[in-house]
């Protein structure tokens, strides 16, 4: 997940009527098709969050995800889904997985009764439970970093919730903006065996998740129905402003402790959109701008999705206020990178991905050339080695895959077998569709895509992902990538 991305269902759509309407001609539609691109780009995290709670979190979600060959991510409200393998090139999902942590996932309800979860003492490898809120913005997190490597039991509330909880459980973490909310953990795998492998399982197995109500006892399983999105994709004019409005109204935001966001509900109002709201009392022009506004303003985030952030020798640095973008007021960062491109995405203090489609001549890579990527001894990612901080550099092909086949699609810098540099300290990381056989200490090949049949689109971008990065990499965004230079032509 890159950050996490999402699993693309648009060809899934579960369809609703969309009668004909007319327009009167009094300029309803213009009105609400241009707030309507404003109030989609705000509120898509509210459509997709729900359609993924839904996929994720209901058996009949779960049995739709299976009928269509969507990731089966099953895990009822209040409980773990836990990935048990790396990310590699046999599963084909999409979605830019990183190959260096396995992921947790969670979908929590709040409202009712505070979730403490609980973490073992990990102190030999990276770990992180990233806490997002239903508005894609992070809220809080436990891990090497925000908490230490110690054992412990952490209090997820809502902000009026001001109970006392037992003296083991810590009520040190920020309270969510909504009660609604979903956990994104990573466990840090150090090397490829099998055994390093079960001992990261055997950590997932320790993330519990229980309701204050049953502490320290067995939870209580949720009992009540996940909201149904109307539509399972977000290309449905009518039930993207369906879903939002209900979602809002289930979830509504710009509550305390987030920036106050009322004057501008108090203006999507004005179309039908936002918490109690209901699209079928507008009138036909503006039903008709909405559904123009739908369409369109998923085609901009789209495109807003790419090319964002500073660009340093061809790699794109993600904004600052990436992960808390909406507390930010940057809504188009917040739907476009956070939501779109990932449900979520780290702050940088936590992690930091900067990916390259580019070479150093700014042409499109792709696996008819072979280039080169060198770290001199003095330019590696810079990261908290005592919070297990590393780095790593992944390959994907177009479709935001591992490439089919390959065995060479990263190279993690924890990894021993990453270990040996050359003679001056650097490491050499050489991009191409074939092997050239054996290269000089301290290089290594990545493995680019080829052209078939069935693959025309050969061309491919990289993700360097920084863990616990210094601020050099995460605050200042001082730290220069070395260029990917094209060495010469695979053909």
């Given at each position: 997940m890159s950050n996490t991305r999402q699993p693309d269902v648009s060809q899934f759509s579960i369809q609703l009527p969309q009668r004909t309407l007319t327009t009167a001609g009094n300029g309803d539609e213009e009105y609400a098709y241009s707030l309507g691109i404003q109030a989609y780009i705000y509120g898509f995290p509210w459509i997709y969050n729900t359609q993924l709670r839904w996929l994720w979190a209901s058996e009949a979600g779960q049995k739709f995800s299976i009928k269509f060959g969507l990731p089966d991510l099953y895990a009822p409200i209040n409980t773990f889904h836990h990935s048990r393998v790396l990310a590699n090139p046999n599963a084909q999902t999409g979605g830019s997985p990183n190959t260096d942590t396995l992921y947790s996932t969670a979908w929590l309800e709040i409202g009712g009764d505070p979730i403490v979860i609980s973490v073992p003492a990990v102190t030999d490898r990276y770990f992180v439970i990233e806490m997002v809120c239903m508005d894609a913005d992070n809220f809080a997190y436990v891990g090497c970093y925000a908490t230490g490597t110690k054992a412990g039991n952490f209090l997820i509330a809502r902000p009026h919730w001001n109970g006392t909880p037992p003296d083991e459980v810590l009520d040190i973490l920020p309270r969510s903006r909504t009660d609604t909310v979903f956990l994104l953990g990573r466990t840090g795998v150090n090397n490829s065996s099998d055994a390093d492998l079960a001992i990261a399982n055997a950590i997932q197995d320790q993330y519990i998740l229980t309701p204050l109500s049953d502490w320290p006892g067995p939870p209580t399983p949720w009992a009540k129905p996940v909201m149904v999105p109307y539509g399972a994709d977000y290309n449905h004019t009518v039930g993207a402003w369906k879903t939002m409005n209900e979602a809002m109204t289930q979830n509504p935001p710009g509550l305390p402790p987030g920036i106050n966001q009322q004057q501008m509900l108090k203006l999507?109002?004005?179309?039908?959109?936002?918490?109690?709201?209901?699209?079928?009392?507008?009138?036909d022009g503006r039903r008709l701008g909405l559904q123009r506004a739908a369409k369109e303003g998923l085609e901009l985030l789209k495109k807003l999705s790419k090319g964002r952030g500073k660009v340093v020798n061809g790699w794109n640095y993600p904004p600052l206020d990436i992960g808390r973008a909406g507390q930010n007021s940057d809504f188009i960062t917040r739907g476009a990178l956070q939501s779109l491109?990932?449900?979520?995405?780290?702050?940088?203090?936590?992690?930091?991905?900067?990916?390259?489609?580019?070479d150093s001549d700014g042409k499109t890579l792709n696996g008819d050339n072979a280039y080169s990527l060198t770290f001199a001894a003095d330019n590696f990612p810079s990261f908290n080695a005592s919070m297990h901080g590393f780095w790593s550099v992944t390959l994907y092909d177009s479709t935001y895959n591992l490439v089919s086949g390959s065995e060479n699609y990263s190279v993690n810098g924890y990894y021993p077998e990453f270990q040996t540099k050359d003679a001056q300290g650097?490491?050499?990381?050489?991009?191409?569709?074939?092997?050239?056989?054996?290269?000089?200490?301290?290089?290594?090949?990545?493995?680019?895509?080829?052209?078939?049949d069935t693959n025309r689109d050969n061309s491919f971008f990289l993700i360097l992902r920084v863990y616990v990065p210094l601020p050099e990499i995460s605050y200042t965004q001082s730290w220069e990538p070395p260029r990917i230079v094209k060495m010469n032509s695979n053909a």
């Open positions: 999507f109002a004005t179309i039908g959109i936002g918490p109690n709201q209901d699209v079928a009392q507008q009138s491109s990932g449900i979520c995405a780290n702050d940088p203090e936590e992690a930091v991905y900067i990916n390259a489609h580019v650097g490491l050499t990381i050489v991009i191409q569709s074939t092997d050239s056989g054996n290269l000089p200490a301290g290089s290594y090949w990545l493995q680019a895509p080829t052209k078939s």
